[in-house]
C-alpha cells in the first residue's frame, strides 16, 4: 500500500515539472483525463502500469523515474 502512494506521489511531482499541461501529457499517452484523477484520487486504487509506462514513453523519460523515490 505505502508503495502505491510514493507512486502516486513521484507522479504528481513528475506531472508537474513538465512543461505541457497534465491534460495534454495525458492525450498524448492516450489515457483518459477523468479516469486518470480517479484513480489517482483513490488511495485505495493503484495507478496501472500500462499508464506509468504510456506516460514515460510520451515524457520521453525512463519509467524508474516515475517509480523509484527520489
Same mark, same amino acid.
Given at each position: 500500500? +505505502?508503495?502505491? /502512494? +510514493? &507512486?502516486?506521489? +513521484?507522479?504528481?511531482?513528475?506531472?508537474? *515539472? *513538465?512543461? *505541457? #499541461? #497534465?491534460?495534454? &501529457?495525458?492525450?498524448?499517452?492516450?489515457?483518459?483525463?477523468?479516469?486518470?484523477? *480517479?484513480?489517482?484520487?483513490?488511495?485505495?486504487? =493503484? &495507478?496501472?502500469?500500462?499508464? /506509468? =509506462? =504510456? /506516460?514515460?514513453?510520451?515524457? +520521453?523519460?525512463? #519509467?524508474?523515474?516515475?517509480?523509484?523515490?527520489?
Amino acid at each position: 500500500m +505505502n508503495e502505491n /502512494i +510514493n &507512486i502516486k506521489r +513521484n507522479l504528481k511531482k513528475v506531472l508537474k *515539472q *513538465q512543461k *505541457q #499541461t #497534465t491534460k495534454s &501529457i495525458l492525450k498524448d499517452a492516450g489515457i483518459r483525463d477523468d479516469l486518470f484523477f *480517479q484513480y489517482l484520487s483513490a488511495p485505495n486504487r =493503484r &495507478i496501472p502500469a500500462v499508464w /506509468i =509506462r =504510456r /506516460i514515460a514513453k510520451s515524457l +520521453n523519460i525512463s #519509467t524508474d523515474e516515475i517509480l523509484l523515490e527520489d
